[in-house]
């Protein structure tokens, strides 16, 4: 089951086919927030951000509760095949990492505060997996989305590294890219805000048990 095609990225010309056509088949209203889910047009004011940290549903539930956020959506990020259902991205040959879209407002919750609870939730050491989730699609990922929101993403991740060094914790792997790079497809219906509709729903929360330190 976690052969070499769920733990290694596929090439190009590996890559399966995908759909055609975007396709979004989702509800239009967020159901616990109730803002627009799909958020292509974002409203003056916020920004986005994508964050890959294992399993999106108990991801996104984490995110829905900052205050400042304005919508969450879970979807796939970082790949190569265009518009890929669940299954293909579960297969290992898309490429594509399962991924959370935030809109926040940065004058209630900063990026910083926002990449800060990412480290916390998630382990960024494990590589193509989280805990007992394994494959590509579990990858640890930073899409930035503005210049600002890069260097915050380096800077730290390095603060973070450096303490789980201190601690022999092992190295970082989360990728970090533009998100222009890396087309954002929204996941199914069914996917999205998913612990809201399944309260007893499965949550990985694998991680370091270490605090963002303080000073940063």
């Known amino acids: 089951m976690f ?82 259902s669940y299954e293909q991205v579960c297969s290992g040959r ?15 919750v900063s990026f910083a505060d926002l ?29 930035w989305t503005t210049p600002e929101q890069e260097q915050t993403a380096r800077d730290l991740t390095k603060v973070y590294g450096d303490e789980l060094s201190r601690r022999r914790l092992g190295d970082i792997t989360t990728e970090i890219r533009p998100a222009s790079e890396t087309p954002y497809f929204y996941a199914e219906d069914q996917h999205q805000q998913y612990l809201a509709k399944n309260p007893m729903g499965y949550r990985c929360h694998a991680n370091t048990g270490v605090r963002f330190p303080a000073t940063a």
């Open 94 to 108: 898309t490429g594509h990492t399962e991924a959370v879209r935030v809109v926040f407002d940065p004058t209630v």
């Open 115 to 143: 990449v800060k609870r990412f480290f916390e939730i998630h382990d960024p050491t494990q590589g193509m997996r989280q805990g007992n989730d394994v494959g590509t699609q579990y990858r640890s990922a930073i899409y």
């Open 3 to 84: 052969g070499r095609t769920k733990s290694t990225l596929p090439t190009a010309d590996e890559a399966l086919r995908g759909r055609e056509a975007r396709w979004f088949g989702v509800s239009e209203r967020h159901v616990v927030l109730d803002a627009p889910v799909i958020t292509d047009d974002v409203p003056a004011g916020l920004e986005v951000a994508i964050f890959g940290l294992g399993c999106f549903w108990g991801a996104e539930e984490i995110y829905w509760q900052v205050p400042g956020v304005w919508s969450t959506s879970v979807g796939y990020a970082g790949g190569i095949t265009p518009n890929p």
